[in-house]
């Protein structure tokens, strides 16, 4: 099997790999392969597929949705989101957020990144970016979203995450500077949502993010089991 350009520089330029070198290698469909180095140049290089080391999982079926933001800190926050179980990304305009572009190919390769570097085999959807309003009018009725409001009050975010039981999740965060007031109030008025507190304190988008999602699951995702 020949092995793209950038990643046979990265197999042989910085792993510094040889030919009979072994490794793990996965394409995020036919799960996980023992591979080993069977010729390698300095821009090319041919893998030997030895055997299966692990099937296919299901693909994980929490859903983030989070306000873009610059470009370092938005590379970050794909990567923990996918390291914490997101199956699926969308990047969400509101009325604060600051960046309005996004770019999927390189949230991609921060999501792949993230995979190799955990021995995660599923690598998620990504959206195209869209509006806030347009997302809620075409939400699915049983899938609970979960809103995280830095207006809320403290407490009571575990038993409030706990009424959702096992329907399919969604997680939200807002932009640098919050949701708009009316944002707030919209969401707030949606039987979908369940608005929860991140605590105390103000915390940055990206990392509200990890928080979140590790409140989701815990409480009612795959840390459960």
Not at 210 to 222: H, M, N, P, S
């Amino acid at each position: 099997m020949e092995v793209e350009r950038a990643q046979a520089h990265y197999l042989t330029n910085v792993l510094r790999m040889r030919t009979g070198d072994a490794l793990l290698v996965f394409n995020g469909r036919d799960g996980e392969w023992q591979a080993r180095i069977a010729w390698n140049g300095k821009k090319s290089c041919r893998l030997e597929i030895v055997r299966q080391t692990r099937d296919q999982p299901p693909r994980p079926a929490l859903h983030y949705l989070f306000s873009p933001l610059k470009q370092a800190r938005l590379d970050y926050m794909v990567q923990k989101a996918v390291e914490m179980g997101a199956g699926r990304l969308s990047p969400v305009l509101t009325q604060f957020t600051q960046v309005s572009r996004v770019n999927p190919e390189r949230m991609r390769a921060n999501a792949i990144e993230a995979a190799e570097q955990c021995g995660i085999l599923s690598i998620p959807d990504i959206d195209a970016a869209e509006k806030l309003d347009a997302v809620l009018a075409g939400w699915p009725a049983d899938k609970a979203l979960v809103f995280c409001d830095e207006g809320a009050a403290g407490g009571g975010t575990l038993d409030s995450l706990a009424e959702i039981g096992d329907r399919p999740a969604a997680v939200l965060i807002g932009p640098e500077g919050g949701f708009s007031e009316p944002e707030r109030q919209h969401l707030k008025s949606l039987a979908f949502v369940t608005p929860v507190s991140l605590g105390p304190r103000i915390l940055r988008a990206d990392t509200a993010a990890v928080a979140a999602l590790a409140l989701v699951q815990a409480v009612i995702g795959d840390w459960r089991d």
